[in-house]
């Protein structure tokens, strides 16, 4: 065990009376309780961020914890993201690294070393990740849609129900802000006309409409936040109990979503767990990847990390947000429902994209009729498009993209050009290459990727289900799956 797990076993943590009358009061733990809580397709659109928005629970746990302002997830896509996090390794890696692709046989998953250490461990909302790590759980609560559009029915009750002489470890996955939107009537709307738009998003009624719909399913994601949280103060487990609350990727909107920009790929992420030492109201700037979520509550578990997880805990981040654990953060973008394969790096204020597939169109075709799709393409046909929103239909994009994110924030100055950057863009493109050599991230040529599911000019679509059958998935020719280097970090 490591001295942070002997500290814990000092700091023991006992049941007290005053829980859910459903919870056993039986022996005390010596290990904390931990909840991730993951929203579905939100970028960094809380109070806590600056952004216009009453998100009091998610607000609050930042006041009381620690903010991550640099976290990026490892793919901008749900079930390759949601398998990252699961398994602490990159896309290519875990071997499903497109859409609806299940978790492979054999993975490991976090979950199941948390179960046999003792905790109680269940999931409940979205899965999307396939049959495999369902055996991590002792429970799973595969909720679908359209029995429940937040996701969250159980999240409650199960907490209430769990058995009290265990530590538990609750994953709880919403199905908020994903498109199709669901009036929230319990709160105003908000107003479309105060809303600011994102880069991409043409400012129309329509699109404006659209984004305040969203903003509507976020406010109501940090309602559903708030609940667990009042939940385990009534059981009097909040303070040992470590919360992270994130998203597996950003906002269902252009030039976010499926993109390696960083309102597809930089997530929420809030940690609290007074008991753990936070000390609240602190905000890093450090680098995080989402693969570090599992390697660190297994540190906070006092587990050992097997050498699979590819991802560095954040815990010493968490003790001190001044910290650094890594130096450098790595995305993928892959297949989602259409072609499209880009990698991206980030160190220090600078990202840089390579994009493989410039002359696939990133328009979102599953979308063409809703919202803000369906606004581009009214628009693209009467040529009021600006440059920035023209691009999802670009088949001659810039195979390289550098951006200075502390001064453009929305990424559409591309610095690839400019000499003064020449070093920092030839430094990262060295570095992104020496993560795919290390980590066997293989790309096939475009015509033997997974095809466009959608025909690009009618929309139709062209294969039942999820995903075609037989395409080439990256990493698929070096073995990927079987190389546990987790490249620069």
């Known amino acids: 065990m490591s001295a942070f797990g002997k500290l814990?076993?000092?700091?023991?943590?006992?049941?007290?009376?005053?829980?859910?009358?459903?919870?056993?009061?039986?022996?005390p733990s010596d290990r904390p309780n931990i909840v991730l809580i993951i929203a579905d397709d939100i970028s960094q659109d809380f109070g806590a961020y600056g952004v216009d928005i009453s998100t009091p629970h998610f607000d609050q746990l930042?006041?009381?914890?620690?903010?991550?302002?640099?976290?990026?997830?490892?793919?901008?896509?749900?079930?390759?993201?949601?398998?990252?996090?699961?398994?602490?390794?990159?896309?290519?890696?875990?071997?499903?690294?497109?859409?609806?692709?299940?978790?492979?046989?054999?993975?490991?998953?976090?979950?199941?070393?948390?179960?046999?250490?003792?905790?109680?461990?269940?999931?409940?909302?979205?899965?999307?990740?396939g049959p495999?790590?369902?055996?991590?759980?002792?429970?799973?609560n595969d909720i679908l849609y359209t029995d429940d559009y937040t996701g969250a029915d159980t999240w409650i009750s199960e907490?209430?129900?769990?058995?009290?002489?265990?530590?538990?470890?609750?994953?709880?996955?919403?199905?908020?802000?994903?498109?199709?939107?669901?009036?929230?009537?319990?709160?105003?709307?908000?107003?479309?006309?105060?809303?600011?738009?994102?880069?991409?998003?043409?400012?129309?009624?329509?699109?404006?409409e659209d984004y305040a719909s969203y903003l509507d399913e976020v406010r109501r994601y940090d309602r559903l936040v708030g609940e667990v949280v009042a939940e385990l103060k009534?059981?009097?487990?909040?303070?040992?109990?470590?919360?992270?609350?994130?998203?597996?990727?950003?906002?269902?909107?252009?030039?976010?979503?499926?993109?390696?920009?960083?309102?597809?790929?930089?997530?929420?992420?809030?940690?609290?767990?007074?008991?753990?030492?936070?000390?609240?109201?602190?905000?890093?700037?450090?680098?995080?990847?989402?693969?570090?979520?599992?390697?660190?509550?297994?540190?906070?578990?006092?587990?050992?990390?097997?050498?699979?997880?590819?991802?560095?805990?954040?815990?010493?981040?968490?003790?001190?947000?001044?910290?650094?654990?890594?130096?450098?953060?790595?995305g993928e973008r892959n297949w989602h429902v259409q072609r499209g394969v880009g990698r991206m790096v980030r160190k220090g204020d600078f990202v840089y994209i390579r994009d493989f597939t410039p002359g696939e169109y990133s328009f979102q075709m599953v979308d063409h009729d809703t919202g803000t799709y369906a606004e581009l393409l009214r628009l693209r046909e009467s040529g009021e498009l600006t440059t920035v929103e023209l691009e999802a239909f670009s088949t001659n994009r810039p195979e390289e993209l550098l951006f200075d994110v502390s001064t453009d924030p929305q990424q559409t100055n591309n610095l690839v050009s400019s000499p003064e950057h020449g070093e920092i863009l030839q430094d990262l493109r060295q570095l992104l290459n020496e993560w795919r050599d290390r980590t066997g991230d293989t790309i096939?040529?475009?015509?033997?990727?997974?095809?466009?599911?959608?025909?690009?000019?009618?929309?139709?679509?062209?294969?039942?289900?999820g995903r075609p059958p037989n395409g080439t998935i990256p990493g698929e020719q070096a073995g990927a799956t079987r190389i546990n280097d987790p490249g620069p970090r």
């Open 62 to 129: 930042a006041r009381d914890g620690v903010l991550f302002d640099n976290a990026y997830v490892a793919a901008s896509s749900c079930s390759p993201s949601r398998n990252s996090l699961i398994t602490g390794r990159y896309p290519h890696n875990h071997g499903a690294p497109e859409l609806h692709m299940p978790l492979p046989e054999g993975q490991f998953a976090f979950p199941q070393a948390l179960k046999e250490a003792g905790y109680y461990t269940l999931a409940a909302g979205k899965w999307h990740m």
């Open 132 to 140: 495999a790590p369902k055996s991590a759980f002792d429970k799973v």
């Open 444 to 465: 096939p040529p475009v015509e033997q990727q997974t095809v466009n599911r959608h025909d690009p000019d009618t929309f139709e679509q062209l294969y039942p289900g």
């Open 159 to 208: 907490l209430q129900q769990r058995p009290g002489d265990k530590p538990f470890f609750f994953w709880l996955a919403s199905f908020d802000a994903h498109r199709p939107w669901e009036a929230d009537s319990t709160v105003t709307p908000h107003d479309p006309s105060s809303v600011t738009l994102p880069a991409g998003v043409p400012d129309t009624p329509a699109s404006r």
């Open 234 to 330: 009534a059981q009097d487990v909040f303070d040992n109990t470590l919360v992270i609350v994130t998203s597996d990727n950003g906002r269902p909107f252009p030039r976010s979503k499926t993109t390696l920009y960083d309102a597809g790929m930089r997530t929420p992420l809030v940690a609290h767990w007074p008991d753990g030492g936070l000390q609240g109201g602190q905000v890093s700037d450090a680098l995080v990847s989402l693969i570090d979520i599992a390697p660190t509550f297994l540190e906070v578990a006092g587990l050992p990390v097997p050498e699979t997880v590819q991802g560095v805990s954040m815990l010493p981040v968490l003790k001190d947000p001044e910290a650094e654990t890594r130096q450098v953060v790595f």
């Open 8 to 27: 814990l076993c000092v700091l023991v943590c006992v049941a007290v009376a005053g829980c859910a009358p459903d919870v056993e009061q039986e022996s």
